[in-house]
């Protein structure tokens, strides 16, 4: 069944809007409307310097999301792409962050599946881990 959980379904355009306002969001912080393009059930699998690691549920996966961002004192989007593979939503963006100890940067690539109600389903991510660097 097209859109199930198993099986994500892209529906070109609507998903590179869908993936550019994820950025945007990511970008600029609102964790409200990231949580609003997440299925409750969202499956999350990442992988990070610290491992694999798994998790279900929208609250849960959107709480990553404000550990990793929500303390910083200043965020920048260095780079952003978003584009589809068959099946899959792809979103890659490069953050430069201030934090009270420093800062960091690091990179992110997301690989999403996309239910029919255009809400990420799975997500897919990698993450480069923080990395500091000057002003």
């Not at 694999?52 to 996966?61: K, R, S, V």
């Not at 929500?70 to 953050?95: H, K, M, N, P």
């Not at 599946?113 to 500091?132: N, P």
Request: net charge negative; charged share 25%.
């Amino acid at each position: 069944m097209p859109g199930a959980r198993g099986s994500p379904t892209v529906t070109g355009m609507t998903d590179l809007v869908l993936g550019k306002q994820f950025v945007a969001d990511l970008a600029a912080r609102d964790f409200g409307l990231l949580r609003a393009v997440l299925r409750d059930d969202v499956r999350f699998r990442l992988l990070t310097p610290r491992g694999p690691q798994a998790q279900d549920g929208a609250d849960e996966t959107l709480a990553r999301f404000v550990g990793w961002l929500g303390d910083a004192r200043e965020l920048r989007l260095e780079s952003s792409s978003v584009d589809t593979l068959g099946d899959r939503l792809v979103i890659v963006y490069r953050l430069w962050l201030r934090f009270p100890d420093g800062c960091r940067r690091l990179e992110q690539h997301l690989v999403c599946g996309v239910d029919d109600d255009g809400r990420l389903a799975t997500i897919d991510l990698l993450c480069t881990g923080f990395h500091s660097t000057v002003d």
